[in-house]
């Protein structure tokens, strides 16, 4: 960057020729005259670069200029202009340590340009002295919309987290009831295992006998391991043959033991092998005793059935929201989006369909997980709104040399083209009043932009919107935000 200064200052009457001064009285036009200084910059050259510590504001003489910003590798000019007068810089001096002092874009002369130059710290002096209820007004409006900001944005963040947390608790609900249940009738069973064990103390069934009813026991359990799950038809045909030789066989209960053990695998033939040789009344015990180890063995598989669904959904949560991991650290994405989908679970309507198109190869990201989870948590949420009962719900994930992509895609409405410019704009919705804050993209696109260095873009068109996070793949650890 070329900068020569071509004159120590402006004179008074040259500064209120200035749209910015005109208004000031000569006191101040010596002050600001005394204290700042004209500097020429070369066409082609940057004035001050995005990011760099904002040390002066700039208002320009002569000369055009361009302001640009640098977004996901690439510089995105937002105007231009060759108004004497223009200005930027360290325009946000007067908040002092209450905002980071930086560049919040480039400015960079399109030709030779000449620029007053006020060092920051004079800017504020200035403004706070001249200027004190202009100065607080401002103040007020910029933090406040800031602070508005950060209450509504945690606001839609707690509202997504407790409708998932609803949905959540009823996926946890099922499980835990169905081993509450399991529990029960277990215990009834182990009681009624405890009763034939009196048998055998009564001396009732003797000790070769009673070998005999283990190694049945053993076959029993083995073969309910391996027991493969029958259709409605096959199970409802294998209960009524069982359920007759049952019957035959003289138990009173054979229509209540038949499904129990059809389900574990046992039928007829198995039985009339391991009952062969038996006397009725032994035949009936065995029968007896062998229900109640079948439906011990497939209540306890219920329970742990239920318990690995519990263990799983709990896995989900703490995938989801990250408690346990460092903020900021590599990151496999796919299950990122898999946690947020179990999250989803409740909410996701019958007639959708959900369709996942992974990258198998897809790199880790370093990246804020809980917070790409809060993007997805948004985008998916937004595509169940748009297909309401049925539609198909598409999570694909690619990558190239510079970065990883995920794109949400759903079949529903469309966006109108007409107010589609707008949908990452803080608090637009098209959501009834009340339903939402309007700051779900807004907070997505500023984790992604803002905080990952990527990029997030839209397309739409009635059954078919799509949205694509791309993600940097070089990307040094940013500093975790206060």
Avoid at 31 to 45: H, I, K, Q, Y
Avoid at 146 to 151: E, N
Avoid at 248 to 272: F, R
Wanted: aromatic share 6%.
């Amino acid at each position: 960057m070329t900068a020569s200064t071509s004159r120590s200052a402006l004179t008074p009457d040259e500064l209120r020729t200035l749209f910015l001064f005109e208004a000031l009285d000569d006191e101040k036009l010596s002050w600001l005259a005394e204290r700042g200084r004209v500097e020429v910059r070369d066409a082609s050259t940057d004035v001050y670069t995005q990011g760099e510590s904002a040390t002066c504001f700039f208002v320009l003489l002569r000369g055009a200029v361009a302001l640009s910003r640098h977004l996901h590798g690439d510089d995105i000019e937002l105007s231009r202009t060759d108004q004497r007068g223009a200005y930027g810089g360290a325009t946000q001096a007067y908040l002092g340590d209450r905002v980071d002092q930086v560049y919040a874009h480039s400015m960079r002369a399109i030709t030779d340009a000449e620029f007053f130059v006020l060092p920051a710290s004079e800017f504020a002096t200035a403004l706070r002295t001249w200027f004190p209820m202009a100065l607080h007004l401002l103040e007020g409006l910029f933090l406040g919309t800031r602070a508005i900001d950060v209450i509504v944005g945690e606001r839609e963040r707690l509202l997504a987290l407790g409708s998932l947390t609803a949905g959540l608790t009823h996926e946890l609900n099922n499980p835990a009831a169905a081993a509450v249940r399991a529990t029960d009738t277990l215990r009834d069973r182990v009681a009624r295992m405890r009763h034939k064990l009196a048998l055998v103390a009564d001396g009732r069934i003797d000790g070769t006998r009673l070998h005999e009813l283990v190694e049945m026991q053993d076959a029993a359990v083995r073969r309910t391991l391996q027991a493969r799950k029958l259709s409605a038809i096959e199970a409802a045909d294998a209960e009524d043959e069982l359920g007759d030789w049952l019957e035959d066989a003289g138990l009173d209960n054979a229509w209540d033991i038949a499904p129990v053990l059809v389900s574990g695998g046992i039928d007829s033939a198995w039985l009339d092998e391991a009952t062969e040789g038996l006397t009725d009344e032994n035949r009936l015990a065995a029968v007896s005793w062998l229900s109640y180890t079948v439906d011990t063995e497939l209540l306890m598989g219920e329970i742990e059935d239920a318990v690995r669904r519990i263990s799983g959904l709990v896995d989900a949560a703490r995938q989801y929201s990250q408690l346990d991991r460092a903020a900021q650290q590599p990151v496999d994405l796919h299950e990122l989006l898999d946690a947020t989908l179990v999250m989803f679970r409740a909410k996701i309507p019958g007639g959708v369909q959900v369709v996942k198109t992974y990258d198998q190869d897809l790199p880790h990201v370093l990246a804020y997980g809980a917070e790409l989870n809060q993007v997805w948590t948004n985008l998916i949420d937004n595509a169940l709104a748009a297909m309401g009962d049925s539609g198909t719900l598409t999570l694909a994930t690619w990558h190239d040399e510079d970065c990883v992509h995920v794109e949400v895609r759903d079949t529903g409405t469309g966006i109108d083209p007409e107010v589609r410019p707008r949908i990452f704009e803080p608090f637009f919705s098209t959501k009834p009043v009340g339903e939402g804050t309007g700051l779900g993209l807004d907070i997505s696109y500023r984790i992604v932009v803002d905080k990952h260095g990527g990029d997030i873009r839209v397309e739409s068109r009635p059954g078919d919107t799509r949205f694509r996070v791309s993600l940097p793949l070089a990307r040094h650890a940013a500093a975790e935000p206060a």
